[in-house]
């Protein structure tokens, strides 16, 4: 058979049983892949649940340097016996099937378009080693082994892998490299190797990393500065909170007295996680929280508190699929609106939205600056997918001469030097951002009584009509401050002459990158937009009003991003387009591409 | 509408040890119903940080929502104060003190703010032993939305509408004590003699100092049916003990009437005196504390005073291990690890 030879151009699955050791086996391999300078971007789609259930680990290879999830399975190692019909199922039309041969297959799941091959791999574990959990764990070692000689992963990339997973425990490394060759050896006296689908080293990874954008957040609020963080457990931002922890106990400890330069504290719940949040910023502290969804929506009062009280605080939330408890292990963007307008009366957040881990750190270091400056909520909107999936991603960089922009926020020599009375809520420079004083800082000036009720410029409580438009009035001028600070867009175009332009945020622009080529093959340039930050900046603006339509591409079911563009900039909802995708898994250029051309055919462009 | 007080000076007033007039500590005119207790128990805060020479700016106010948290306005106006949201303000200052170890913090609050809606906050900030003190302005009924029963109404008490409460009311000392507080009491806002050195006390406790104060509303649960009513309440109380603070450096000054009295030193060299007024108790003894609260209940009696004292107490810095330095006075350069550590971190990640 005269195959096509299909190089660095492939999405392995793997279909597991959670709970069962196969997460790092997976790991393993797709790092082996990125050693070897290939791209690779790694997807964990797994159960709100901690053993037993189906879970699947996704890679997608791509020497173009693609990080988007891309549909259509090449080789699928399908070991779960619960998802097998549908794992046989997903495989692509001429794709290969890797399953346990130790049993025979049912007829049930064989396909006449796929490749079968198989590889006894509990067949092996149980000859070779004598303990069942190591014949478990083993067995996904084989199954590595099996994979990588189908695929031409090298073998010395994928053993120095081993090695350094296993640093600690150098005993388990020879065991490791033996299981590793039981799966190389079968394949090798069974099968044609390596099959038309394959890798080849290339040196497109550079200087990058691959890494999650929790860890990576978690690692910006220690550079930031944050010395507490409150929190409460939820998937997906709970490895926010362990890699702060983690990576404290590494950076944040006073040498000379082994004491904690942090303050780490689980709440009992997420009210009283920001409400701590709150009260450490009020005392002067950098501090912040993480959360999902559900918990955000329990912050709320709280949230409406630090917006008119104005008391700093940075919010992570890393979103899952909503409503409610929705799909706690499923990726989404559908918290824009929520977040967005958290809280009740009028109230507006300040959101800025990273796109790779690199910018999870950037980003995350800027909204401590802007929650400082601003003295406001500042949430930064990761999700899912960036949160808890590995990507390859540019690598972290702190500037030296960056210095922590702590806002305005008045000394007790300041206080003396005070010519007028201090006033908490006073507008004294213009840009309706007033100072601030920290408790305990001077014996007799500074001191006054925060409140979510209605207050004065010397924050003391008023109910008289004017009074509160004052100060509401001045926390929509500070809004307008706010534009200038935001972080700009990214903006992705030559010519800027497109009739239609792109607009996307977050994690879709992994695949709308990928679509803006695809679009390109047919002859369509499209100019494109990522937008980093509410309030939108004004090249935001000026983006839209330089295309007649613009197609926004976002992961929830009723565009809210869309409607928070056309609310915000009063625009016309007929220039808006939407490609939406929210079924849970990430969306693909294929999507949007589609889409697209859809969308073009049926309005002429000239 | 506040009012600033106005500020004079009575000549035989004189200023203390850290050179403030009793005045320095006030706040603007209270704005609650003439009679409230919660206005007594502002002025017995006042009088107290005013007898231990506290630095006011060294002391933040924190409460949550309810007349009874409206308080902290009407004392220490040279404070910083947080008038946070209906049941939370546990959470802000488990914050504040995270933030600052130094300062001293006073949480206020009302039972509706305690007992229903804030009860999960409160629970936990003695569960973490956070170093404060947590006054309840206690009335049995909700003040600030016109008087609906609270979950601490006691069961049977006869609200002015004549409506018995049929619900078992919540005993906060109570469960202050079986949550293993480190610092339990009772008052009563009409017992300054008591309430005065207990808030000294409270104070000078390195943990979670509970004090839960009756209260009387005048306006919606003074009836003489109410169990929370000046009149039962002076009808009915009992103490566990008379009662004075002694602070460090203070000589000791106090002449104890009759009865077994006790003295309790506290880990800054303060001391508390007590002429105990019941064999069986014994402060440092949370067994015998509550033993000695439920026999009273028993007799239809509202025990006051001190009920248990944990002279070992460790607050949440300490278990915490953080760091002695104040955490929002630590800079930059303390907390930012720089560029070289973060690229041996990327190396990990490749
Ligand atoms: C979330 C929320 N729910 C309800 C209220 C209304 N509310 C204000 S004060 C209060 C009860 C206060 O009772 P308590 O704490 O006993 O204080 P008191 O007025 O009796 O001193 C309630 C229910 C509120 N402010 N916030
Ligand atoms: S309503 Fe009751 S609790 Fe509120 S101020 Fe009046 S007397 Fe005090
Ligand atoms: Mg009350």
Not at chain 1, 42 to 48: G, Y
Not at chain 1, 204 to 216: E, K, P, Q, R
Not at chain 2, 222 to 251: C, G
Request: proline share 5%; glycine share 8%; charged share 20%.
């Amino acid at each position: 058979m005269d195959e096509e030879i299909v190089v660095n151009d492939l999405v392995v699955r793997f279909a597991n049983v959670n709970g069962t050791g196969s997460a790092s086996a997976n790991e393993m391999f797709a790092k082996s892949i990125f050693r070897m300078g290939i791209p690779v971007s790694p997807k964990n789609i797994f159960p709100s649940n901690i053993q037993g259930l189906p879970t699947w680990y996704e890679v997608r290879i791509s020497g173009k340097g693609y990080l988007g999830r891309r549909a259509g399975i090449d080789l699928l190692v399908g070991i779960n016996p619960q998802s097998l019909a549908r794992d046989v199922k997903s495989v692509k039309p001429g794709g290969y099937f890797v399953y346990d041969s130790s049993k025979k297959l049912y007829d049930e799941y064989i396909r006449e378009d796929v490749n079968y091959i198989g590889i006894p791999m509990i067949a092996l574990a149980m000859e070779h080693y004598p303990n069942p959990r190591l014949q478990q764990l083993f067995k996904n070692i084989i199954y590595v082994g099996a994979v990588a000689t189908l695929l031409n992963v090298d073998l010395d990339v994928i053993k120095e892998v081993i090695a350094e997973q296993f640093e600690k425990k150098p005993k388990l490394i020879p065991p490791n490299y033996n299981a590793l060759q039981l799966g190389v050896d079968y394949v090798k006296e069974h099968y044609t190797y390596p099959l038309p689908i394959r890798v080849e080293k290339m040196d497109a990874v550079g200087d990058a990393i691959i890494v999650d954008g929790n860890t990576a957040c978690a690692l910006g609020a220690i550079y930031a500065g944050a010395t507490v963080m409150a929190w409460y457990p939820i998937t997906p931002s709970t490895s926010i909170a362990k890699a702060f922890e983690t990576y404290c106990k590494k950076l944040r400890i006073d040498e000379e007295t082994g004491k904690k330069k942090y303050a780490f504290v689980q709440a009992e719940d997420e009210l009283a996680a920001i409400g701590m949040v709150i009260g450490a910023t009020w005392n002067g502290a950098r501090a912040f929280t993480a959360t999902s969804g559900p918990g955000v929506s329990l912050m709320n009062e709280f949230i409406g508190l630090s917006y008119f009280a104005e008391i700093p605080v940075v919010l992570i939330n890393v979103e899952r699929g909503g409503p409610s408890t929705g799909m706690p292990t499923r990726t989404q963007q559908a918290d824009i609106i929520s977040s967005a307008y958290a809280s009740h009366g009028d109230t507006k957040h300040v959101l800025v939205f990273p796109s790779t881990p690199a910018e999870c750190f950037d980003l995350t270091v800027v909204a401590f600056d802007l929650a400082d400056r601003l003295q406001t909520t500042v949430m930064l909107i990761s999700d899912l997918d960036l949160g808890m999936n590995n990507h390859m991603s540019a690598p972290f960089a702190w500037d030296e001469n960056r210095k922590y922009d702590l806002g305005k926020v008045l000394s007790a020599e300041d206080l003396d030097n005070l010519k007028t009375e201090f006033g908490r809520y006073n507008d004294v420079d213009g840009d309706a951002i007033p100072y601030r004083t920290i408790p305990g800082t001077h014996p007799t000036k500074g001191s006054f009584f925060t409140r979510g009720t209605s207050h004065d410029e010397f924050a003391k409580y008023s109910e008289l009509g004017e009074v509160y438009l004052r100060n509401v009035d001045r926390l929509a001028a500070k809004w307008e401050t706010a534009k200038s600070l935001v972080p700009k867009p990214e903006v992705y175009q030559e010519k800027n002459t497109s009739e239609y332009g792109m607009l996307f945020f977050g994690t879709t622009a992994y695949a709308a990158i990928e679509a803006m080529d695809l679009l390109k093959e047919n002859g369509i340039d499209i100019d494109s937009i990522r937008v980093r930050s509410f309030p939108f900046h004004k090249d935001v603006e000026d983006f839209i009003a330089a295309h007649a339509k613009i197609i926004v591409v976002e992961q929830n079911r009723d565009a809210q991003f869309r409607s928070l563009l056309i609310n915000e900039l009063n625009l016309d909802p007929k220039r808006f387009l939407s490609v939406l995708n929210y079924d849970g898994t990430p969306i693909t250029a294929h999507t949007i591409h589609a889409k697209i051309n859809q969308v073009l055919n049926l309005v002429p462009v000239n | 509408m506040s009012y600033v007080k106005p500020k004079f000076h009575h000549p035989s007033l004189k200023p203390n040890k850290v050179g403030y007039n009793k005045a320095d500590y006030e706040g603007v005119i209270s704005t609650l119903c003439a009679g409230c207790g919660h206005d007594s128990i502002s002025g017995a805060i006042v009088q107290a940080c005013y007898e231990i020479s506290l630095e006011p700016h060294r002391l933040a106010k924190l409460s949550g929502i309810g007349c009874s948290s409206k308080t902290p306005t009407y004392f220490l106006s040279n404070s910083h104060g947080f008038n946070s949201v209906h049941g939370r303000m546990p959470s802000i200052t488990t914050g504040a003190n995270m933030a600052n170890r130094d300062l001293i913090y006073l949480g206020v609050s009302g039972d509706g703010d305690t007992a229903s809606i804030g009860m999960g906050q409160f629970v936990h900030a003695i569960r973490r032993n956070l170093n404060m003190v947590y006054i309840v302005m206690n009335n049995g009924c909700y003040g600030l939305t016109k008087g609906q029963d609270s979950a601490t109404a006691d069961f049977g008490s006869i609200s002015k509408a004549g409506e018995s409460n049929p619900y078992q009311g919540i005993d906060l000392a109570g469960l202050a004590l079986e949550l293993n507080a480190t610092f339990v009491g009772r008052s009563f806002s009409g017992d300054k003699n008591q309430l005065v050195p207990m808030i000294k006390a409270a104070m000078a406790h390195p943990g979670f100092a509970f004090l839960d104060v009756i209260s009387p509303c005048v306006t919606f649960n003074n009836n003489k049916t109410s169990t929370r009513s000046y009149s039962h309440v002076r009808a009915h109380i009992e103490s566990t003990s008379i009662f004075d603070f002694v602070p460090e450096q203070d000589e000791i000054r106090v002449d104890y009437p009759e009865g077994k009295s006790a003295e309790v030193e506290l880990f800054d060299g303060s001391k508390i005196h007590l002429s105990k007024l019941a064999p069986d108790w014994n402060p440092t003894d949370r067994f015998s504390a509550v033993n000695r609260l439920h026999e009273a209940k028993s007799r239809g009696q509202i025990l006051t005073g001190l009920y248990y004292i944990n002279t070992e107490s460790k607050d949440l810095h300490e278990m915490m291990n953080t760091v002695d330095t104040p955490l929002n006075t630590l800079q930059q350069k303390d907390l930012c690890p720089g560029n070289s550590k973060l690229q041996s971190i990327n190396k990990t990640f490749r």
